[in-house]
């Protein structure tokens, strides 16, 4: 991307993956400005940036659905390209709570791009997931492969690339990245910022994290009957800190003619639960005790990413190993038990 003035608006900049980006997007001479309402991230996690970067973060409290405010900021502000990350994310509770999911994430996206066109601001990087090719596709699965999600959170992802990809046949002005996401997990290296789920995490390595440090007494194993190597679930997990360097490449993708675009980002392997309760174990030096419960509802045996295009086409490649996944999402979890202070 061509720099104008380098402003960029990085909407749920406070969440797990948009924290690690703006710190990424500061040290590469960005200025990031971050939409959020504070509904999944508490304030800490600015004070925590600006220790890493040395840089205050310019945040902007509200939400993505306000288009008054939306105005307001574009107004305001000579914004370059956002980042679009602000949005609702647990599978389980899209099927509970469907509209409030395409609320948050259709309405909210649609919201955004309506002023952002208003204003002549045409690039994106939009946070997708690997969810959208359903639990049929076969594996390594690449950009190409049919899409066909199979809850309320992946229709919602799906409903916003099949958005985005509209727009940018009616106007060949957007610029727009469609990164799909695998299994983020890790953290900064610092340890100062990582993943801080409410409540009982959903995810595994988190959830492997408070059994390590004792919050939980201890793992299930969804599932041990799947065809895989040791019958466990496989996963492509992706270091956060890598994940964050993929959206610094695919803003530099963005210029004249470059439409909307998928890219996967995974590293490429996969690896199963008791896979990651080992790792997770050797770098700990805790016991991560587990027993084998029934298969989750809507889980795919294996899912891992062909990255090959995301390679060739933004130069960007996963560069750290589950060693260093565990390892830094272990130093998070210790320096921070209970997570962000939330005073
Ligand atoms: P997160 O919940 O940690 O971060 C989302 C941030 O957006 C939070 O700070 C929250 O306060 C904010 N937010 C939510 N709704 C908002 C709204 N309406 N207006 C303004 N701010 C709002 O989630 P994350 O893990 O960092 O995920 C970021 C994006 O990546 C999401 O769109 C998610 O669907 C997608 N994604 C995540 C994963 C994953 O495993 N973490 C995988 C694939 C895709
Ligand atoms: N998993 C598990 N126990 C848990 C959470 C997850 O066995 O408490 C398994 C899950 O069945 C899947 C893998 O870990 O095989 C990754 O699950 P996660 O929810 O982290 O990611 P996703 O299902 O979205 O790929």
């Not at 980006?21 to 996690?45: E, F, I, K």
């Not at 469907?98 to 990087?125: D, I, W």
């Not at 969810?131 to 809850?151: I, S």
Request: glycine fraction near 10%; include cysteine.
């Amino acid at each position: 991307m061509k720099l104008n003035s380098g402003t960029l608006l990085i909407t749920g900049g406070g969440g797990y993956i948009g924290s690690h980006t703006v710190v990424q997007l500061q040290a590469a001479g960005y200025r990031p400005l971050v939409l959020d309402n504070l509904s999944n991230c508490v304030p800490a996690v600015f004070e925590r940036i600006e220790q890493i970067s040395g840089q205050p973060v310019e945040l902007i409290e509200g939400d993505v659905r306000d288009s008054v405010l939306l105005e307001r900021i574009f107004s305001r502000y000579p914004i370059d390209a956002v980042i679009h990350f602000a949005g609702l994310k647990a599978v389980g509770e899209s099927v509970q709570q469907p509209l409030r999911y395409y609320r948050h994430n259709v309405q909210g996206s649609l919201t955004l791009f309506e002023a952002m066109q208003r204003h002549g601001c045409k690039r994106l990087v939009f946070s997708s997931s690997a969810t959208v090719y359903g639990p049929a596709a076969t594996m390594p699965v690449n950009e190409q492969a049919p899409l066909a999600a199979c809850n309320p959170y992946g229709r919602s992802k799906l409903m916003v690339e099949e958005m985005l990809g509209d727009l940018a046949a009616a106007d060949s002005d957007w610029q727009i990245a469609l990164l799909r996401y695998f299994n983020p997990v890790g953290a900064h290296p610092s340890g100062l910022i990582g993943e801080d789920p409410v409540g009982v995490p959903n995810n595994l390595l988190p959830y492997v994290a408070q059994v390590a440090i004792g919050r939980l007494p201890q793992l299930q194993v969804f599932g041990d009957d799947y065809p895989t190597p040791d019958g466990t679930g496989v996963r492509d997990y992706i270091h956060v800190m890598d994940l964050a360097d993929g959206h610094l490449k695919a803003l530099q993708a963005l210029t004249d003619g470059h439409g909307c675009v998928p890219y996967n980002l995974g590293t490429g392997r996969g690896y199963s639960v008791l896979e990651v309760v080992a790792a997770f174990a050797a770098e700990s030096g805790r016991p991560v005790p587990y027993d084998i419960a029934p298969r989750r509802a809507g889980d795919a045996a294996i899912s891992y990413a062909d990255p090959t295009f995301s390679r060739q086409q933004l130069g960007w490649r996963a560069s750290r190993d589950l060693a260093e996944m565990v390892r830094d999402h272990w130093r998070w979890q210790q320096r921070n038990p209970n997570g962000y202070p939330t005073e």
